[in-house]
């Protein structure tokens, strides 16, 4: 059975810095690109960021460049979320992901149950 855990979530202040973490099991990790999704209530699930198998590429959605760092450890089945800068905006539920591309919800084989993040302003 594939799970998929988040951690990490939480309330913070705007400006300030948050690390999700993602561990995995029931899957070959090595074998899976990992992304990380969010979603506010009434808004369709969005991709954020995701990572190929081996760690090579990283691609992100515009309104996450240069504050976001997606990262993963295949001998330890984790990936993680480094959030830093963030602002009112990037509240929401953050899910994990895995599949074989990861870039859009559909293309997505697994997720996690996710993690709240909740930034005061």
């Known amino acids: 059975q594939v799970q998929l855990v988040e951690s990490g979530g939480g309330l913070v202040q705007a400006g300030d810095s948050l690390r999700l973490s993602c561990a995995a099991s029931?899957?070959?990790?090595?074998?899976?690109?990992m992304g990380w999704f969010r979603q506010v209530p009434g808004k369709e699930r969005e991709f954020v960021a995701r990572?190929?198998?081996?760690?090579?590429?990283?691609y992100y959605a515009d309104f996450v460049k240069g504050r976001f760092t997606i990262s993963r450890d295949n001998g330890k089945n984790m990936v993680w979320l480094q959030m830093d800068s963030l602002n009112p905006e990037d509240t929401a539920v953050y899910y994990c992901?895995?599949?074989?591309?990861?870039?859009?919800?559909?293309?997505?084989?697994?997720w996690g149950q996710g993690t709240q993040v909740t930034v005061s302003s």
């Open positions: 992901a895995a599949g074989s591309v990861v870039g859009q919800p559909s293309r997505v084989d697994y």
């Open positions: 029931g899957l070959t990790f090595s074998s899976y690109a």
């Open positions: 990572i190929t198998y081996r760690g090579a590429y990283r």
